[in-house]
């Protein structure tokens, strides 16, 4: 998968929660779905990482920079 590829989509409820489906393809293979919620610790890092998102607005994912 190239870094440019998006993971999945993003989706912000009325409440604020960011629901993220997430995918993985390749030699393995999967689906997750995350609900991360206002005063989560991962809330800001999240939100900014998507390049910020309202209530009712739907966007593709990209992927998170490798961490090493």
């Known amino acids: 998968m ?3 590829e998006p993971i999945g ?3 912000m409820q009325d409440d604020g929660t960011i629901v993220l489906d997430l995918y ?3 030699p393995v293979m999967g689906t997750a779905q995350i609900r991360i919620a206002p005063g989560d610790e991962r809330y800001q890092d999240t939100l900014t990482h998507l390049g910020g998102l309202k ?3 739907q966007k593709l994912c990209p992927p ?3 961490p090493s």
């Open 2 to 4: 190239s870094e440019q």
């Open 9 to 11: 989509q993003a989706a």
């Open 24 to 26: 993985a393809s390749g």
């Open 55 to 57: 209530p009712g607005e």
């Open 64 to 66: 998170w920079p490798d």
